[in-house]
């Protein structure tokens, strides 16, 4: 493997709950002496924001990116100010950050998908000469994100994944045997994926990629409203997105929060108004009923519910919500909301915003357009507010001119299978 020379990023471990500080013992997840479950933060020795725009793509944050190296093909999201769909709602200070392909506005991630910035500083934070196996669970964009990037730059990895998402596994060339594709069977959801990864997690062998606990995760995603203030000078008045586990908005509260403690860009004001897709309204349903506990929900009612929609990739039923630090405490502290879009609603922004912006959306970043509307429409954001709206995918259309190769899994393999069993049959294909 080839890398570009890299000094690694400097920074601690803060506990969001205790603010304690520690080491990074170089895969922390938790804080060891935290006396309750809480998320940890990366404190860097870099206080102000400075881009380095010398290390190219997404590595151009690299100063807030907790990484020891950098990897090659990553690309930044891009923010522009909004004329069509600015025009069409009434808004005079929207800006659009968006992750996909469209090389017009300078957009150029591979895979279509926001989960391009988790992947490359999830991977430039493993050591080079790590043994182990990364494990990555996913309900399709992450997989196809995480698949790339190890692909590209030879890191060796496990991706878990529902076998009826597999549709979402395409790309413009055959994947490096490096990657292999575990698949649960039809009818299984994503926490089904889940299970399965934390079972293989079992052997030493192989590590777990951590998810929202991952700080090389949520910092990766906070790279949007990086994107933002670089564009519009400033910490947006309210920010838009559609999540399924609300990683990437706690990921934007956090980085909003370095950028107030800057001084240069203004005060963290920002209400963070995130949305789901009916019927899989788990988020939606624990705010509305004002707990921090999240809300009852069957894995029958679930795996069904997600199903249904459209935005699949939005139906997470173990989200880091409650846990302190987590999505509940960042719409308590930004006097946030929580937004529902139908699978109509899906289609019919789909087409507005392709005739008002002049490319294709998917369907889950359509479900933040549509929270966007609905907003507007119910007089919670004004016509000069500053307003960050997140498109987190899109740009299909035109990727796949460029050709498409679907992966199938490697195996498929029932989440209630013993640990033992999971962990021979994907070692023997390893």
């Given at each position: 493997m080839q890398f570009l020379k890299f000094k690694p990023t400097v920074y601690q471990l803060e506990n969001a709950s205790t603010g304690h500080l520690f080491e990074d013992d170089?895969?922390?997840?938790?804080?060891?002496?935290s006396p309750e479950p809480s998320l940890i933060r990366a404190v860097y020795s870099e206080k102000q924001f400075q881009p380095r725009p010398e290390l190219g793509g997404l590595y151009r944050y690299a100063g807030w990116l907790p990484i020891k190296r950098t990897l090659r093909g990553s690309a930044a999201p891009?923010?522009?100010?909004?004329?069509?769909?600015?025009?069409?709602?009434?808004?005079?200070?929207?800006?659009?950050?968006?992750?996909?392909?469209?090389?017009?506005?300078?957009?150029?991630?591979?895979t279509c998908?926001?989960?391009?910035?988790?992947?490359?500083?999830?991977?430039?934070?493993?050591?080079?000469?790590?043994?182990?196996?990364?494990?990555?669970?996913?309900?399709?964009?992450?997989?196809?994100?995480?698949?790339?990037?190890?692909?590209?730059?030879?890191?060796?990895?496990?991706?878990?994944?529902?076998?009826?998402?597999?549709?979402?596994?395409?790309?413009?060339?055959?994947?490096?045997?490096?990657?292999?594709?575990i698949a649960v069977p039809h009818g299984c959801d994503y926490f089904d994926a889940i299970?399965?990864?934390?079972?293989?997690?079992?052997?030493?062998?192989?590590?777990?990629?951590?998810?929202?606990?991952?700080?090389?995760?949520?910092?990766?995603?906070?790279?949007?409203?990086?994107?933002?203030?670089?564009?519009?000078?400033?910490?947006?008045?309210?920010?838009?997105?559609?999540?399924?586990?609300?990683?990437?908005?706690?990921?934007?509260?956090?980085?909003?929060?370095?950028?107030?403690?800057?001084?240069?860009?203004?005060?963290?004001?920002?209400?963070?108004?995130?949305?789901?897709?009916?019927?899989?309204?788990?988020?939606y349903d624990s705010w509305k009923a004002c707990s921090r506990g999240l809300a009852e929900l069957?894995?029958?009612?679930?795996?069904?519910?997600?199903?249904?929609?459209?935005?699949?990739?939005?139906?997470?039923?173990?989200?880091?919500?409650?846990?302190?630090?987590?999505?509940?405490?960042?719409?308590?502290?930004?006097?946030?909301?929580?937004?529902?879009?139908?699978?109509?609603?899906?289609?019919?922004?789909?087409?507005q915003f392709r005739n008002l912006e002049g490319y294709d959306l998917l369907p889950a970043a359509c479900v933040a357009v549509s929270s966007l509307a609905r907003s507007v429409q119910e007089g919670a954001v004004g016509k000069d507010d500053l307003i960050m709206l997140n498109c987190t995918g899109g740009g299909i259309l035109g990727s796949m001119k460029r050709g498409c190769v679907p992966k199938e899994p490697d195996l498929v393999l029932s989440p209630d299978l013993p640990a033992e069993e999971i962990v021979k049959r994907v070692s023997e294909i390893l």
């Open positions: 170089g895969w922390a997840m938790s804080d060891p002496l891009v923010t522009y100010k909004s004329k069509g769909l600015a025009r069409f709602l009434g808004l005079n200070n929207l800006y659009i950050t968006f992750s996909g392909w469209v090389p017009k506005i300078g957009a150029r991630m591979k998908s926001f989960k391009e910035t988790e992947a490359y500083s999830v991977c430039a934070r493993i050591d080079r000469n790590e043994k182990r196996t990364l494990i990555v669970q996913s309900a399709g964009n992450t997989a196809r994100a995480f698949a790339q990037v190890c692909s590209d730059n030879g890191i060796p990895v496990v991706i878990c994944i529902p076998e009826d998402n597999k549709h979402d596994l395409w790309f413009h060339r055959r994947l490096n045997r490096c990657v292999k594709v299970t399965l990864g934390e079972k293989l997690a079992a052997s030493p062998s192989f590590f777990l990629e951590g998810g929202a606990k991952n700080i090389a995760r949520r910092d990766g995603m906070g790279t949007t409203i990086l994107s933002f203030v670089e564009k519009a000078g400033r910490i947006p008045d309210v920010y838009f997105q559609a999540v399924g586990s609300g990683t990437g908005a706690i990921a934007a509260w956090e980085n909003a929060e370095r950028l107030a403690a800057d001084g240069r860009f203004g005060e963290n004001r920002m209400r963070v108004f995130v949305s789901q897709n009916s019927p899989f309204t788990l988020i069957s894995p029958e009612v679930g795996r069904r519910n997600a199903e249904v929609i459209l935005a699949k990739v939005l139906s997470n039923r173990k989200p880091p919500y409650s846990i302190a630090g987590g999505l509940y405490d960042v719409l308590v502290k930004s006097r946030g909301d929580v937004y529902l879009a139908s699978n109509d609603d899906i289609v019919y922004w789909l087409l």
